[in-house]
């Protein structure tokens, strides 16, 4: 990076952990595929912190957990409606379903009944289930965003019954070996730093517990370093590798629910966090354990994402850092555009397509993209646009707007050449109303008049 931008973003994390008095911390940029900058302050065990120093990652793990969800819904093994007890019987969570568990709408309690979960060692699952009765269940189903520990609890175990295994295990085999996060773990494992809580009015320490969670360790167990959250963060942005399709990681950053409905700055998707802050949509995720905050988000329009990690209870705004290092590294060192090719090959009947289409009286433009993607926006600029995915001859799928999901046919005359488009049953055609399409409703015969 530029030296400008680097001594930026290491000024960022140096006030952080001066101001915020973090016994030490850690922070990386990340670029498409590369980790671009790495900065690291404080000490630990007398030493700087490297890229291979774990801290407790906290909440993060829930992103991890949400992916092993995705993929057994991807593989058919379950659907985000099913109600749990379709494949977790015997709960007291009835008909709340799988995707409000993975978005925090289930209503279900925040924390485990009991004792202070994060300082105090973990039982079983049985134990867990037995705590959670009727009373556990706050809202309505559905109602509002209630963030619940509890509910990837409950997610982790609904892992371990349909894959035949551990969670732990199913992460170990499905996500982290496939990504190569070797230093991603339950509990620590070499080169790691100690968990403190710093006195509120003295510089003094006190060294925080960090017990097994048993059944609640979905919600926040996991370990990781600066080089194995860089690779998360590709993750978070798209770079799924063989671990999810990357639809799959789009679904999962779009918002279920908004937290802060007047203003919805923050929101959740299906195990990420969702922050809007000045005009952009960044998606990641929050973590706190006693003696550790950690955060990672990514910017998916931009490509690029960051993340900090420090071994303290609380003080360093931690999202309000990663953020931060996202804006400087992009307004320092913006990206360069990709340079513009022409195509290499010419698809006569796609070519055909474009340019003017109407929906009744109003104009808008069909535009021909790569790998044969269909864009169609309102001329003006305002209204329903969407881009479309080809899903057949003369078949696509409709990717985001009012049009996500919905299909785009094209309808031809007998002689092969278009005669209008059908998308989710709105005719588009050449001229407005063409009388010689068939239009729902009919086209008036006289057609059009002065008034």
């Given at each position: 990076?530029?030296?400008?931008?680097?001594?930026?973003?290491?000024?960022?994390?140096?006030?952080?952990?001066?101001?915020?008095?973090?016994?030490?911390?850690?922070?990386?940029?990340?670029?498409?595929?590369?980790?671009?900058?790495?900065?690291?302050?404080?000490?630990?065990?007398?030493?700087?912190?490297?890229?291979?120093?774990?801290?407790?990652?906290?909440?993060?793990?829930?992103?991890?957990?949400?992916?092993?969800?995705?993929?057994?819904?991807?593989?058919?093994?379950?659907?985000?409606?099913?109600?749990?007890?379709?494949?977790?019987?015997?709960?007291?969570?009835?008909?709340?379903?799988?995707?409000?568990?993975?978005?925090?709408?289930?209503?279900?309690?925040?924390?485990?009944?009991?004792?202070?979960?994060?300082?105090?060692?973990?039982?079983?699952?049985?134990?867990?289930?037995?705590?959670?009765?009727?009373?556990?269940?706050?809202?309505?189903?559905?109602?509002?965003?209630?963030?619940?520990?509890?509910?990837?609890?409950?997610?982790?175990?609904?892992?371990?019954?349909?894959?035949?295994?551990?969670?732990?295990?199913?992460?170990?085999?499905?996500?982290?070996?496939?990504?190569?996060?070797?230093?991603?773990?339950?509990?620590?494992?070499?080169?790691?730093?100690?968990?403190?809580?710093?006195?509120?009015?003295?510089?003094?320490?006190?060294?925080?517990?960090?017990?097994?969670?048993?059944?609640?360790?979905?919600?926040?167990?996991?370990?990781?370093?600066?080089?194995?959250?860089?690779?998360?963060?590709?993750?978070?942005?798209?770079?799924?590798?063989?671990?999810?399709?990357?639809?799959?990681?789009?679904?999962?950053?779009?918002?279920?629910?908004?937290?802060?409905?007047?203003?919805?700055?923050?929101?959740?998707?299906?195990?990420?966090?969702?922050?809007?802050?000045?005009?952009?949509?960044?998606?990641?995720?929050?973590?706190?354990?006693?003696?550790?905050?950690?955060?990672?988000?990514?910017?998916?329009?931009?490509?690029?994402?960051?993340?900090?990690?420090?071994?303290?209870?609380?003080?360093?705004?931690?999202?309000?850092?990663?953020?931060?290092?996202?804006?400087?590294?992009?307004?320092?060192?913006?990206?360069?555009p990709e340079e513009w090719t022409p195509a290499t090959e010419v698809d006569h009947d796609l070519l055909e397509l474009t340019g003017p289409w109407y929906w009744g009286p109003s104009p808008f433009t069909l535009r021909l993209l790569r790998d044969r993607w269909l864009d169609l926006t309102p001329t003006s600029g305002?209204?329903?646009?969407?881009?479309?995915?080809?899903?057949?001859?003369?078949?696509?799928?409709?990717?985001?707007?009012?049009?996500?999901?919905?299909?785009?046919?094209?309808?031809?005359?007998?002689?092969?050449?278009?005669?209008?488009?059908?998308?989710?049953?709105?005719?588009?055609?050449?001229?407005?109303?063409?009388?010689?399409?068939?239009?729902?409703?009919?086209?008036?015969?006289?057609?059009?008049?002065?008034?």
């Amino acid at each position: 990076m530029l030296e400008a931008c680097e001594f930026a973003l290491s000024h960022r994390i140096a006030r952080e952990q001066s101001a915020n008095r973090a016994p030490s911390l850690v922070a990386a940029v990340i670029r498409d595929t590369e980790m671009v900058w790495t900065g690291a302050r404080g000490r630990v065990d007398g030493q700087p912190p490297t890229g291979d120093t774990q801290y407790r990652i906290g909440s993060i793990t829930k992103s991890f957990v949400a992916a092993l969800v995705m993929r057994l819904r991807d593989e058919g093994k379950l659907s985000l409606n099913d109600p749990l007890d379709k494949h977790l019987p015997g709960t007291s969570l009835g008909e709340r379903t799988i995707g409000q568990l993975l978005a925090h709408t289930g209503g279900l309690t925040a924390e485990s009944p009991g004792q202070w979960w994060e300082r105090s060692q973990g039982g079983s699952w049985e134990a867990l289930n037995a705590s959670l009765g009727t009373e556990e269940l706050k809202h309505r189903a559905g109602r509002r965003f209630h963030y619940s520990n509890v509910g990837y609890g409950v997610l982790g175990e609904l892992v371990a019954r349909l894959r035949g295994m551990s969670w732990l295990d199913a992460l170990r085999a499905e996500i982290l070996r496939p990504l190569e996060l070797t230093r991603t773990t339950p509990h620590p494992d070499g080169a790691h730093a100690r968990g403190w809580a710093v006195h509120p009015y003295a510089d003094v320490l006190l060294p925080e517990p960090a017990p097994d969670a048993g059944a609640m360790a979905p919600a926040g167990q996991l370990w990781s370093t600066m080089a194995d959250l860089a690779r998360w963060t590709r993750f978070t942005g798209g770079d799924s590798g063989d671990v999810l399709h990357p639809d799959t990681v789009a679904e999962m950053r779009e918002p279920a629910i908004v937290d802060d409905g007047d203003v919805w700055s923050t929101g959740y998707g299906l195990g990420f966090q969702l922050i809007r802050d000045s005009g952009r949509r960044f998606a990641g995720h929050t973590g706190s354990m006693p003696g550790f905050l950690a955060c990672v988000l990514a910017d998916p329009a931009s490509g690029t994402g960051a993340l900090a990690m420090a071994n303290t209870t609380s003080g360093v705004v931690i999202a309000g850092l990663v953020l931060d290092l996202i804006k400087i590294a992009d307004e320092l060192e913006p990206r360069l555009p990709e340079e513009w090719t022409p195509a290499t090959e010419v698809d006569h009947d796609l070519l055909e397509l474009t340019g003017p289409w109407y929906w009744g009286p109003s104009p808008f433009t069909l535009r021909l993209l790569r790998d044969r993607w269909l864009d169609l926006t309102p001329t003006s600029g305002a209204g329903r646009a969407s881009r479309f995915r080809p899903d057949g001859a003369d078949t696509w799928i409709g990717l985001d707007g009012y049009y996500a999901g919905e299909t785009l046919r094209v309808v031809r005359h007998a002689d092969g050449s278009p005669s209008h488009l059908d998308l989710a049953t709105f005719v588009f055609t050449r001229t407005p109303y063409d009388p010689k399409a068939p239009v729902p409703g009919g086209v008036d015969p006289d057609g059009w008049r002065p008034a």
